[in-house]
């Protein structure tokens, strides 16, 4: 089935057809949301695509879905926490050595949150957030522009 007749995925694939870009662009949080979104649209346009994630088991099987349906790009998947620099500084260094191309688009996206009062927070969940939407997009576009 091609991604345009499934439900799930046909909002993330509205594109104008006539733009078409190179390179490789890293998409943190790629695989769900606003990230997958970016990941469909970037193979749309023609450049190869490496999905970071922390944890989400989907993430390889949302790649190769993206690949199969945007024949010519490569999509892979990389697993990394965006709260451990060195860790997202040898991920990086990783997908330019698989994609043999140097990276051209970052899109900091992944963030997490919390659903709850904020009297009922307590400081790690707090910190979790923190880490994640504001070190995690500090951390990632710090090693990009390295």
Known sequence: MSL???PEW???LEHPDNLKLKGTAVITGGN????RAFSCAYAQAGM???IIYRTSEDAPEVAK???RQFQGVRV???QCDVRDFDKLRETFKQIE???ESPITTVIANAGVSTVKPALQLSHDDFERVFNTNVYGVFNTCRVAAE
């Not at 769900?32 to 990230?35: E, L, M, P, V």
């Open 48 to 50: 190869n695509v490496a």
């Open 10 to 12: 046909a909002p993330y």
């Open 32 to 35: 769900r949301g606003n990230g």
């Open 4 to 6: 345009y007749d499934d």
């Open 65 to 67: 879905r993206i690949q």
């Open 97 to 99: 050595a698989d994609f």
């Open 76 to 78: 892979q998947a990389y």
